[in-house]
């Protein structure tokens, strides 16, 4: 590595007392060592649980359903075979550190992958080892639900726990020294803080210049002077990590600094200047053979897609099934109040922004569509006595399951909006056509958090989109389910459906 290049480091300098926590050295390495005990707290918190849970749910099973008394203490060394094995899967899955950076439905989920996984292992060893001839069945499944429960439960607190205490700065996951211009480091700095990062010290890019008396070994070269300086402050802080905030004009020289600070054994980040932003949705990704920088992927793996699918038509079977007298009442009731079909179809935007027909029961004595759309709102005289409640209870909709069996529509997804209101605030919102990544839905999570019926105001379809981006970038079959929960028990569902 050629360090020769480096000549002239500026003295190491701190950042605007609002901006970097310089003075919290110590008191930042007691808020690491106590994120270090509350994460090793959380596992064995969890071990003790895992075995506590499996032993009992063996116990009772055998007094309540089979109605004998087991030998009670047989079951210890399987219960604690059974947490060993979920201690070692999530150290090994690095789980219990990634509560700091994933979201709550996503940490659940890889605890009940890890259980999933555990009884895996958990079955294979006592066959192996021939000790399963007298372990029934029943007994296992048993144990399975018991700890699942136990892991999301656990880990449910814990995360709520935990993340607060972290974006209110009571504890510190991470402590982190800047290289790079003063001005970026104060941004990069207020915008990591809210995650826990402090910062704990700055100091200014080194400039290279081109040295043409470099040796051809550029391994044997050792690093000038001012480099070791900069390793040498750097010692002392033990930052958990070091993040070179790199400018244009620094490109040719961040490799050699890079290794330089390889020297440290802290982790070395290099993040482009002015594209955070770009960084933050992007992953570094094997492609052929290259490696490329993915910014935005599919929303849903064709795998998913299949999963998704599948719920789609199950749900929408059941639920075709479930509310058949209302495919009966409904049409004869909208007959009688009115005028006009029971049932109408409307043209809107469905997955990769292709048209798509709708299908409702009519609430209305109009039936607009396409330029003619006129969106409803409240007090609207063309809505009629009946089509009220029908908008109101979400009756309305029940129609689109339809939709869903055909496949043109999910269950759960972003709402479709008429076309005129697409092509309008598609002009005005840049990220809105990503809304149609993935198929429509009856519900959606913009819904069920009270944003729904008129837009009369731009941000009120900016805060719309961003609640469907967020349930598009953060998409799982348990957030699907807790969706379709809320949209029968949550009170915001039900906002301004009129």
């Known amino acids: 590595m050629n360090y020769a290049s480096f000549t002239n480091l500026p003295a190491s300098t701190k950042l605007p007392a609002h901006a970097v926590d310089g003075g919290r050295a110590i008191e930042g390495g007691v808020g690491r060592s106590?994120?270090?005990?509350?994460?090793?707290?959380?596992?064995?918190?969890?071990?003790?649980?895992?075995?506590?849970?499996?032993?009992?749910?063996?116990?009772?099973y055998h007094r309540v359903v089979l109605l004998g008394s087991p030998d009670s203490a047989r079951y210890i060394p399987e219960s604690f075979l059974i947490s060993t094995l979920a201690l070692l899967v999530s150290i090994g899955l690095r789980q219990y550190s990634r509560i700091l950076t994933q979201p709550r439905h996503v940490f659940l989920w890889s605890g009940a992958s890890s259980v999933l996984l555990v009884f895996s292992f958990f079955v294979s060893t006592i066959f192996v080892l021939k000790i399963s001839g007298d372990y029934s069945r029943a007994t296992v499944i048993v144990q399975a639900g018991c700890v699942?429960?136990?892991?999301?439960?656990?880990r449910a607190i814990w995360f709520s726990v935990l993340?607060?205490?972290?974006?209110?700065?009571?504890?510190?996951?991470?402590?982190?020294?800047?290289?790079?211009?003063?001005?970026?480091?104060?941004?990069?700095?207020?915008?990591?803080?809210?995650?826990?990062?402090?910062?704990?010290?700055?100091?200014?890019?080194?400039?290279?210049?081109?040295?043409?008396?470099?040796?051809?070994?550029?391994?044997?070269?050792q690093a000038p002077p001012d480099v070791r300086q900069l390793l040498a402050d750097c010692r002392p802080l033990r930052a958990d990590d070091v993040v070179i905030l790199l400018s244009e004009s620094d490109v040719g020289s961040a490799l050699a600094l890079a290794g330089a600070l390889s020297d440290l054994p802290i982790d070395v980040h290099v993040v482009p200047v002015g594209s955070i932003d770009l960084m933050a949705v992007s992953?570094?990704?094997?492609?052929?053979?290259?490696?490329?920088?993915?910014?935005?992927?599919?929303?849903?793996?064709?795998?998913?897609?299949?999963?998704?699918?599948?719920?789609?038509?199950?749900?929408?079977?059941?639920?075709?099934?479930?509310?058949?007298?209302?495919?009966?009442?409904?049409?004869?009731?909208?007959?009688?109040?009115?005028?006009?079909?029971?049932?109408?179809?409307?043209?809107r935007h469905g997955y990769n922004n292709e048209p798509i027909r709708v299908l409702k029961f009519r609430s209305m004595t109009v039936m607009e569509d396409g330029d003619n759309f006129k969106p409803v709102t409240r007090h609207d005289p063309r809505v009629t006595r009946l089509g009220r409640l029908l908008r109101q209870t979400n009756v309305d909709e029940l129609p689109q399951l339809f939709n869903v069996l055909a496949g043109s529509m999910s269950i759960v997804g972003p709402r479709p909006h008429a076309t005129s209101q697409n092509e309008l605030?598609?002009?005005?919102?840049?990220?809105?056509?990503?809304?149609h990544n993935v198929k429509p839905g009856i519900t959606g999570w913009a819904q069920v958090n009270g944003y729904r019926g008129d837009v009369d105001t731009l941000e009120k379809m900016q805060r719309r989109v961003e609640h469907d981006l967020y349930y598009i970038d953060n998409w799982s079959l348990i957030f699907d389910l807790?969706?379709?929960?809320?949209?029968?028990?949550?009170?915001?569902a039900y906002w301004n459906a009129f």
């Open 148 to 154: 699942l429960l136990t892991v999301l439960c656990t």
């Open 425 to 435: 605030f598609n002009e005005l919102i840049s990220s809105f056509s990503r809304r």
């Open 482 to 492: 807790k969706i379709i929960v809320m949209t029968f028990f949550s009170k915001k």
């Open 34 to 60: 106590r994120l270090t005990a509350l994460l090793v707290l959380a596992a064995g918190t969890e071990f003790l649980l895992v075995a506590g849970s499996a032993y009992f749910a063996a116990v009772l």
């Open 163 to 221: 993340q607060p205490a972290i974006a209110s700065g009571l504890i510190d996951a991470r402590r982190v020294i800047l290289i790079g211009d003063p001005a970026h480091c104060l941004q990069f700095s207020a915008r990591a803080k809210g995650t826990g990062i402090r910062t704990i010290r700055s100091f200014d890019f080194p400039r290279a210049r081109a040295d043409s008396s470099v040796p051809a070994n550029l391994d044997a070269v």
């Open 283 to 347: 992953r570094i990704t094997q492609f052929g053979n290259m490696v490329t920088m993915r910014i935005f992927q599919s929303p849903l793996t064709p795998f998913n897609r299949a999963i998704k699918r599948g719920v789609d038509i199950v749900v929408a079977s059941a639920g075709l099934v479930v509310t058949s007298l209302l495919f009966v009442i409904v049409p004869l009731a909208i007959k009688l109040e009115s005028r006009g079909p029971a049932f109408f179809r409307q043209t």
